[in-house]
């Protein structure tokens, strides 16, 4: 009975230990320049908390903040950049991106309004010889799990103009994707936050999940 109980006690103990070992965790970038990098402090939890219900992927739940010029951005395979404002990157945390990027990592954008001309300015110095490419409506990112067909969905109105998904591709791989005139950041965020309705959220969730997803099995 004893052997029996240190059995399952042990087997108990491995699962554990297996659990914990593949779980991943995605970050927020910190950046200088005066934008307000933290402007959506509700909206990656929720990301995660969704994925982890719908994916059954094993996220962690506490998101860490990771200043884009540190080594510790490369223990992360997706990171999520927003704000309104300014952004500026030194050559240091431009290459340090840029060397992410190479390495595997991934970088979701979101233009919380107002950060559109800033990160295409910066960008454009990480990788000098690309331009964001719009993604055609076929792209696997808008065809994983959930489908969407139009591609990105409308979250949020900024300037009267239809939600763009745009691409920076290395070596034929997908290293950046940035949503432009439509929002998803602010559509993860807690419901009393923005008041959107549940079928906005949804859309919004369901297109986060389809970039983790896009991520984790390219």
């Known amino acids: 009975m004893k052997f029996l109980k240190y059995i399952i006690i042990t087997?108990?103990?491995?699962?554990?230990?297996?659990?914990?070992?593949?779980?991943?965790?995605?970050?927020?970038?910190?950046?200088?320049?005066?934008?307000?990098?933290?402007?959506?402090?509700?909206s990656l939890p929720n990301l995660v908390k969704f994925c982890n219900d719908r994916l059954n992927t094993n996220i962690n739940t506490d998101i860490p903040t990771v200043p884009i010029g540190s080594s510790e951005l490369f223990n992360y395979p997706f990171v999520h950049i927003t704000g309104h404002g300014n952004i500026i990157l030194s050559p240091e945390e431009v290459e340090n991106l840029r060397?992410?990027?190479?390495?595997?990592?991934?970088?979701?954008?979101?233009?919380?309004y107002g950060l559109d001309p800033y990160i295409r300015r910066e960008m454009k110095r990480v990788f000098p010889d690309q331009e964001f490419v719009e993604l055609?409506?076929?792209?696997?990112?808008?065809?994983?799990?959930?489908?969407?067909?139009d591609?990105?969905?409308?979250?949020?109105?900024?300037?009267?103009?239809?939600?763009?998904?745009?691409?920076?591709?290395?070596?034929?791989?997908?290293?950046?994707f940035y949503d432009f005139e439509c929002d998803l950041g602010d559509g993860w965020e807690d419901v009393q936050v923005h008041h959107d309705s549940p079928e906005k959220r949804n859309e919004a969730l369901e297109m986060g999940a389809n970039m983790i997803q896009f991520v984790f099995t390219q």
Request: one cysteine or more; aromatic letters at 12%; hydrophobic letters at 35%.
């Open 11 to 42: 087997l108990i103990a491995l699962t554990v230990y297996s659990t914990r070992a593949q779980e991943v965790s995605i970050a927020l970038v910190k950046y200088n320049g005066g934008g307000d990098w933290y402007a959506n402090p509700t």
């Open 151 to 176: 591609g990105l969905p409308k979250i949020h109105e900024h300037d009267n103009k239809d939600s763009q998904g745009f691409g920076l591709f290395v070596g034929g791989r997908l290293v950046c």
């Open 99 to 112: 060397k992410y990027l190479m390495s595997g990592g991934f970088l979701h954008i979101s233009d919380n």
């Open 136 to 149: 055609p409506l076929n792209h696997p990112i808008y065809h994983q799990k959930f489908n969407f067909p």
